[in-house]
């Protein structure tokens, strides 16, 4: 990465602090003796610089890129330890603890900024349960100070700083220099605009330390070195507002992510339900139709196994029968693949398509089957009812061949009460419909396919007395007559 030249963070910053330094030194030269007692002014600038510091550390611990929490982290154990002796220091009325505050305000921020340095050596020097040890320090410090001042050492004498009260200030500013310089050293690296704010603020910090070394308590360079140390902090202040900005930004792209994701997986789930229930329609199709064709073409292949030896002529006709039959299936896949079933538009084909499956039917089996339909009858169903009509017999005469052992059977397609009824029966041995659980499915499938169209299905059957699969169909419409 090309190191980045001081661009306009940098340059703003440092144009401010150049702005408030001349302004602090005309001050100083043209009011050299400008005194101002106002200890409300100190105590709100002392408050708002502490509930910044401690807001701060609060942001500070929101990161989390693993390159610069560790360094984050220090900066928060400072702004932490300084924000709430900050406060102590805005509550405490002018004497040896008021000043007392303040020095070691400025030591426990110098030294978290000084951490900084440690932190790129040793990436957990600073970890989160030291800033709960730090916070309780510094308010166990602070409470004990109010409570005993009789332990305070002298901090002013003579309307002068001693120097127990010089000697902190000096470590203060030094930290704070140093901690700038890093941050300058990361900024020349990264280009990160966040590290030149930083240099800025431990700048700031340090020069104000710097000044108080020559103040005097109410002094024009005393309100100055408070004046950088507010400027410090509205530094500060804007991170914090641009970082609160940044996370809202963040949190609406999230949940905007989030909407676009559920409804994604709305779609995708409508989109899987659909092409499961296509999965499973041509499933009930398949079964219903080709594999009960392609059962009557094997039947048929098996009879011609047993008449090989004996009856040639009738083995040529149940192949050539097969054969028909495999064309057929051939021409259904393909029409079915490519969405062209035939529609049954009237009466007339719908009886020739189930006089055509009962003559398979009867070739391809034992069991022989009897066709009766009433064309008036087929004529009041839709084209959609008809196409059902084909595999709902196909099937139940697939389930008489196989499972009935009948001589007999019976295809019906009538009006009854307002119905077109669809009757398939058999004389075989039965079995008992009540107590079956579980039906296979074939039975699922004509019962779901009778549903689809609003029908009523039926299965009526007995130990030796045969089976009777009932279909009523609504009546739909008339066709003209042909």
Known sequence: ???????????????????????????????????????????????????????????????????????YRALAAGFLGMGILEEFHAIARPSD?????????SLAGGIGFMLVWRSHVDRTHVRRWHLWLIAAGALSLGVSFLMFPHLIPEMVRNGEFTAIAIAPQVLAGLFFLLAAVRFL??????????????????????????VFLYSIPWDNRWWFWHFLRLMASLLALGYIS??????????????SRTLNAQETLRQSEGRLRQMLG???????????????????????????????????????????????????VIRDLRG????????????????????????DMNRSSQLHFHLHV???????????????????????????????????????????????????????????????????HGLKNMARRIRDLAGRFEVCSEHGR????????PQERKHAAI
């Open 1 to 71: 990465m090309a190191r980045p030249s001081w661009d306009r963070p940098l340059m703003l910053y440092l144009s401010v602090m150049a702005a408030g330094l001349l302004a602090g030194a005309t001050m100083h030269v043209l009011w050299p003796d400008w005194r101002w007692h106002h200890e409300p002014l100190h105590s709100a600038i002392e408050a708002v610089g502490g509930l910044v510091a401690i807001a701060m550390a609060a942001v500070l611990l929101q990161t989390h890129d693993d390159s610069i929490a560790p360094k």
């Open 278 to 328: 296509e999965r499973e329609r041509m499933a009930e199709d398949l079964h219903d139709s080709t594999i009960q064709s392609l059962f009557a073409i094997g039947l048929n292949l098996e009879r011609c196994q047993r008449l090989v030896s004996s009856a040639h002529e009738e083995v040529g006709t149940q192949l050539g029968a097969a054969v028909s039959g495999l064309k057929t």
């Open 466 to 473: 045969g089976t009777r699969i009932i279909c009523d169909l």
């Open 242 to 255: 641009r970082r609160y900005l940044q996370m809202t930004s963040d949190v609406q792209e999230s949940l």
């Open 336 to 359: 079915y693949i490519l969405g062209m079933q035939p529609s049954l538009s009237e009466g007339r084909a719908l009886e020739e398509m189930l006089t055509s499956l009962v003559n």
């Open 97 to 105: 603890g008021f000043v007392l505050f303040r020095n070691i305000a």
């Open 374 to 440: 009433d064309v008036s009858a087929a004529d009041q169903l839709t084209p959609a009812q008809a196409t059902q009509v084909l595999p709902i017999a196909r099937e139940a005469m697939s389930n008489s061949i196989r499972h009935a052992a009948a001589q007999e059977g019976t295809v019906s397609l009538q009006s009854h009460d307002g119905f077109v009824r669809l009757i398939v029966e058999d004389d075989g041995v039965g079995f008992d419909a009540a107590s079956v659980e579980s039906p296979g």
């Open 185 to 210: 050293w990361d900024y020349q690296r990264s280009g990160r605009s966040d590290d030149a704010l930083f240099a800025s603020v431990a700048l700031l910090f340090g020069l104000a330390e710097c």
